[in-house]
């Protein structure tokens, strides 16, 4: 593997669990035992101008904005969780026989939302995945984040038929600003640096919303043109993150990975962050 899959790691002899900030990567070297950590590009991404429209949404929700975008977050987190899971061949449910409920009627809406999606795609372009939530990183670039889907595409252009690859990013938001198209092209960037997967040629952002439109989701699909200058502008927040935080490191919280009411009477549990 050229990268790791998951934010943590288990050591089963030190009976541990490290998990990583959320807001980094651990990058693994190819071809060396070293590990390097990086801000992810949502990291840098947060240095972009908000512009007027967010500066009116705070004023609107007051001391409510932090709750408001947590639950934002919380709602996205699993409607990504629903998608990866039914592209990994697992079959979904709303509610279960015995009663319980596996999301929100909310959150349900939104992935039905892709589901259409994933049939439109799949009767036109006869969409194929290729990698799912999958990790891309650029060491020169010192970033990395998680691509939602690299897709294979059947395409016809001038009467002949070909297959390209195409990077997608799901957003669950009623409101998608420019750093969606950023993002998306950043993530492009970065996996055909990584030069695993094929040329990819293409980047889509995909809105998730029922009450969008009459076919419950929208599609931008990031123009060639655009590409250095979103490219551009990624820089340049990177250059703001660290002249801002010159001293930023990740942290990381350790777990036990076993417990039993013995270890717990002869110890107490730290689970505080620490410093990296």
Same mark, same amino acid.
């Given at each position: 593997?050229?990268?790791?899959?998951?934010?943590?790691?288990?050591?089963?002899?030190?009976?541990?669990?490290?998990?990583?900030?959320?807001?980094?990567?651990?990058?693994?070297?190819?071809?060396?035992?070293?590990?390097?950590?990086?801000?992810?590009?949502?990291?840098?991404?947060?240095?972009?101008?908000?512009?007027?429209?967010?500066?009116?949404?705070? =004023?609107?929700?007051?001391?409510?904005?932090?709750e408001i975008r947590n639950e934002a977050g919380q709602r996205g987190s699993?409607?990504?969780?629903?998608?990866?899971?039914?592209?990994?061949?697992?079959?979904?449910?709303?509610?279960?026989?015995?009663?319980?409920?596996?999301?929100?009627?909310?959150?349900?809406?939104?992935?039905?939302?892709?589901?259409?999606?994933?049939?439109?795609?799949?009767?036109?372009?006869?969409?194929?995945?290729?990698?799912?939530?999958?990790i891309v990183y650029d060491l020169e670039l010192m970033t990395a984040g998680?691509?939602?889907?690299?897709?294979?595409?059947?395409?016809?252009?001038?009467?002949?038929?070909?297959?390209?690859?195409?990077?997608?990013?799901?957003?669950?938001?009623?409101?998608?600003?420019?750093?969606?198209?950023? =993002?998306?092209?950043?993530?492009?960037?970065?996996?055909?640096?990584?030069?695993?997967?094929?040329?990819?040629?293409?980047?889509?952002?995909?809105?998730?919303?029922?009450?969008?439109?009459?076919?419950?989701?929208?599609?931008?699909?990031?123009?060639?043109?655009?590409?250095?200058?979103?490219?551009?502008?990624?820089?340049?927040?990177?250059?703001?993150?660290?002249?801002?935080?010159?001293?930023?490191?990740?942290?990381?919280?350790?777990?036990?990975?076993?417990?039993?009411?013995?270890?717990?009477?002869?110890?107490?549990?730290?689970?505080?962050?620490?410093?990296?």
């Amino acid at each position: 593997m050229y990268n790791k899959t998951e934010k943590f790691q288990v050591d089963v002899a030190a009976n541990r669990i490290n998990k990583f900030d959320e807001q980094w990567y651990q990058i693994v070297v190819p071809g060396k035992e070293e590990e390097i950590d990086v801000p992810s590009v949502t990291t840098y991404l947060q240095m972009y101008p908000k512009g007027i429209g967010f500066k009116l949404w705070l =004023q609107k929700v007051g001391d409510k904005a932090d709750e408001i975008r947590n639950e934002a977050g919380q709602r996205g987190s699993l409607v990504h969780h629903l998608i990866e899971r039914t592209l990994r061949g697992e079959t979904m449910a709303f509610e279960n026989p015995d009663g319980s409920r596996n999301c929100s009627l909310e959150e349900w809406e939104r992935f039905l939302s892709w589901c259409l999606w994933y049939q439109e795609m799949k009767d036109k372009y006869n969409l194929e995945p290729i990698a799912i939530e999958q990790i891309v990183y650029d060491l020169e670039l010192m970033t990395a984040g998680t691509v939602d889907l690299i897709g294979k595409l059947t395409v016809t252009e001038k009467g002949k038929t070909r297959e390209i690859l195409k990077v997608f990013d799901w957003k669950t938001g009623s409101f998608v600003g420019d750093t969606a198209e950023i =993002q998306g092209s950043v993530y492009k960037e970065l996996a055909n640096r990584m030069k695993i997967f094929g040329e990819i040629e293409g980047a889509e952002v995909v809105q998730l919303h029922p009450n969008l439109n009459k076919k419950g989701f929208r599609t931008r699909e990031i123009k060639e043109e655009d590409f250095e200058n979103n490219l551009e502008a990624f820089k340049s927040c990177q250059n703001i993150f660290h002249r801002t935080n010159p001293k930023a490191k990740p942290k990381y919280l350790t777990y036990p990975n076993t417990v039993s009411l013995e270890t717990l009477n002869e110890s107490k549990l730290n689970l505080t962050g620490e410093e990296k």
